[in-house]
């Protein structure tokens, strides 16, 4: 069952992206490039698409958005509105749906999870209704789907399905900075620092090595 | 009262302008390379935007659609799904709703006609649902209004308006083919013509003249 994966490199859609090949889903890993402050989550993207020999596109957005996370100010160290992209998700999605309906493709997948609602676009009742509006919008897409198997979900429940899956974590990348390795300050590091010692885990992101050739 | 127009630099869309401002909005234009075969229409809507002293945004967004308006295959005669660009218009209503959730604007008008309605995406439905789903997906958008004041007019009643308004006809492109001339043949020259015939009005661009500039 062919289906889109929305895939940041990041640790959640990973993780995610392994519970579906579970599934027996074939993925079609779909990243974009949004003006991110640096590359390392997109290598990770790549990378892990490529391990799984699954196709990956890779779209490049206008970089019109004015956020922490693309580079304007300093990435603050708990949620705030600066590190907010607006409707970043909605572009995402509605992206992957033109993709489907070009594709009579019907699923999407996209890891928002419980941690993730201080978005407004990551919460389900706002995803539900872009997905009744999507159905709407194409020849292809009134059954739709946009799936979001990681909403109830907090990082350490994610970690440790991950972990289970044997989602290669040094391909993932959570750190809102763009340094060799980790920052450990920002709200991404500190979330996922905080799962894998919840596990009593080493995080294989934290030893550097392969990711300092991302 | 600020808002966003879509402004393609075809004639609905510059009517619509034209629209606005006699009410008294102060818009914002906002424009797309999505790929396009040609940059006419969007010569058309900066020089539109520069005439009345408005901000005009152009977006490049990625060129993955395959459509006869992007420049596969050839441009039919009268519609046919060759010519829909996927999601089109959801893509351009999300980002316009971006640049209100950041900007603090509340009003986004889009130039959809009585004669669009082939197209999923700009139909009365879709749109309404769509703009349920922006209004979520912010955290300054739950005000949200997607203006459609074209949506019940045929083409006629638009170029109508638009001569009451002194549109300046000369500065808006419909030919879906990038000549110096309209090709006369496509489903969008179609169209133009027979309303300014119905009107008994010559329709400038046919001249040439200034479009030649183009």
Known sequence: MKS???LSGGLDSAV???MCLREGWKPLCLSFRYGQRHGRELECARRLAALNSLEHLVMDLPEIFQSALTGVGNIPPSFD???VVPLRNYLFLTFAAAVCEQRDISDIFIGVTAEDEDFPDCRWEAL???EEALRLGGFNLSNL???TPLIG??????????LELGVPFHL?????AGGSRPCGGCLACQKRMNAFKALKVED????GGETSLL
Chains 1, 2 share one sequence.
Do not use: A, F, N, Q
């Open 145 to 147: 789907k946009i799936h």
């Open 204 to 207: 294989p992101i934290e030893r």
């Open 4 to 6: 889109i994966v929305l």
């Open 16 to 18: 995610m992206l392994y």
């Open 128 to 130: 539900d209704k872009l």
């Open 172 to 176: 993932t990348w959570s750190c809102y």
């Open 153 to 162: 979900m907090t990082k350490v429940e994610i970690v440790k399905v991950g």
């Open 81 to 83: 509105r600066s590190i």
